[in-house]
């Protein structure tokens, strides 16, 4: 007898499953879904709210709270209330420094590590914490739809580098989530607004995206219903919370308030944080603000006043977005507003004035992106067809050549899917190793960018400088996940990695994370460096004291004194076995050796030449 599918017995036809689409916002969340072709924001069942505030409260027993519950804590227990994470995701400590002293809570420096929050005596990294936001988010939608969900679509913002995409999406995967793609959120508002899609329109779109804590401007192109992003610019440091700091520090001034007993009390902080919010909303509909308590006032030219350089730097930024896509304003056929901020009247004023036209806002600007993320759900669960989506790459990804230089592989707004591939060769003669260090971002030295990862291409046969192929691939994928591949052509030795990012969290930890027993990973990851380190330095050292040997005649007296004296603190730093001083003294030797390895080789080719008569 054949043997009949258990879920066809009932002749059910077979339901297709709902993924869903999450805005993870600096301020707020939502999540959405596509209920029979209708986009729809699950509420909260007591107050009928779409927004999720972006807060956690840790309870004094551990207990952890999400949303508004959380969010009325924050002047009551600052310590413990934990909000703009989204600002911290993927970050070092050194990233975030200067943005500390505007938080309520602590974070702490570890080096090489993601930033963390000190809660009472426990640690939590961004990716724990926003993994809290959205398993929130997915009892919300489970509760709502009486079914377990598993896979999500995630919004980020377009600025977002690799480490903050491959951060969010360990986000999700901790909370449970099956993250099916990143998107950019304004490729996810053009979505929501369905441009592009049933017409054969080419039209040119500027998404103008103003949250509580970033700004992106998106310049995208759609043609038969492809969308193409041709330009992203923004900040990560810009958007609502900026405004109502700038409302606290015209009232600290106003009030003569003394800036240590703000530092003391955090609650104070926090009181006027709230309330310079309070101000700011109802600035969008009225022309005074006056709190109930009658304290604290704000008229409407003042506060224009303080918002206007802020709007000016967002301007700024979609003027550098369209002449990135060398555009000029007339080309643009519709804007698009997104986020709470740009309900300001003058912020929608502005835009419009700027662009010459009037900004499309129909869609409420807190929803669109979410919105948009239930679209592109739909698309993926295979309800939607006729959407091709293509996106660009928001920063600049190279490797670092001699003398610390950026060399760019896949310039920022490539189209990605995107495989680049370059030819390098070796710098020394019988070099044996080939160090790849991978670099994001627009600045002419490495030191400048932000490094994602490296690693080294092992073995290669022993030969002349300037002899070897290697060919570095750039292989970035629909999420902007990166693979580099270094392969020596001519031995066919190959080494591909993938790029994950320097602060985020790889598998095996994240199991570990789980078990909150992250110390002996990190040991463990800080010896394999190490030993990586002193592999390097001992080909380094070998090779060097090969090339005193070989070129006694070209070279003087002071200059092998000198490359001994490199060579001798090379093995010392080797025998310490202190990480730092080993790529230290790695690094002094071969930048005193490279000028006497190419002389050598001039030298060494004219000997070869010498003697044989050139036809
Ligand atoms: P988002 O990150 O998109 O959720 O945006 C949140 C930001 O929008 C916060 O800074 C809010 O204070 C701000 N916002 C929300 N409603 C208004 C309003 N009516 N007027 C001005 N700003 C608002």
Known sequence: MAKIPINMQSGEIEKKEIIIGIDLGTTNSLVAYIDNGIPAIVKDNNSQNTLVPSVILFGEEDQIVVGDLAKSQIILRPERTIYSVKRLMGKSYNDVENYEKLLSYDIIDQENELVKVKVGNRFYNPIELSSEILKYLKTRIEKHLGESVSKAVITVPAYFNDSQRQATRDAGKLAGLDVLRILNEPTAASLAYGFGTKEDKKETIAVYDLGGGTFDISILKLDHGVFDVLSTDGDTFLGGDDVDRAIIDHWIKEKGIDLSRLEEDKSLGQALRLRAEQAKKALSAQNEYRSDDGEYALSHEIFHALVQPIIQRTIDKCQSALNEAELKTEDIDKIILV?????????????????????????????????????????????????????????????????????????????????????????????????????????????????????????????????????????????????????????????????????????????????????????????????????????????????????????????????????????????????????????????????????????????????????
């Not at 239930?374 to 989506?389: E, P």
């Not at 707004?413 to 190793?433: E, L, M």
């Not at 002193?534 to 070279?555: H, P, T």
């Open 339 to 615: 986020g709470g901020s740009t309900r300001m009247p003058l912020v929608k004023k502005t835009v419009s004035d700027f662009f010459g036209q009037k900004a499309y806002d129909d869609i409420n600007p807190d929803e669109v992106v979410a919105i948009g993320a239930a679209v592109q759900a739909d698309i993926l669960s295979g309800n939607t067809t006729g959407y091709l989506l293509l996106d660009v790459t928001p920063l600049s990804l190279g490797i670092e050549t001699m003398g610390g230089l950026m060399d760019t592989i896949i310039p920022r707004n490539s189209k990605v899917p995107a495989s680049v591939g370059r030819s390098y060769t070796t710098s020394v003669d019988g070099q044996k190793n080939l160090k790849v260090s991978v670099y994001q971002g627009e600045r002419e030295l490495v030191e400048n960018n932000r490094k994602l990862g490296e690693f080294i291409l092992k073995d290669i046969p022993p030969m002349p400088a300037g002899i070897p192929k290697i060919e570095v691939r750039f292989i970035l994928d629909a999420d902007g996940i990166l693979r580099v591949r270094a392969k020596e052509e001519r031995s066919g030795k190959e080494t591909e990695v993938v790029i994950k990012s320097q602060y985020g969290i790889s598998e095996e930890e994240m199991g570990k994370m789980l078990l909150d027993s992250l110390k002996h990973a990190d040991a463990d990851m800080k010896k394999k460096a190490l030993l990586e380190s002193i592999n390097e330095a001992q080909s380094i050292l070998r090779a060097g004291e090969k090339f005193v040997i070989q070129n006694k005649e070209i070279l003087s007296e002071e200059e092998i004194e000198k490359l001994n004296q490199h060579i001798l603190s090379l093995s010392s730093a080797i025998e310490s076995k202190d990480r730092n001083q080993i790529e230290s003294e790695m690094k002094s030797l071969n930048d005193y050796s490279t000028p006497l390895a190419e002389r050598a080789m001039d030298h060494n080719i004219k000997k070869a030449l010498s003697g044989k008569k050139l036809a």
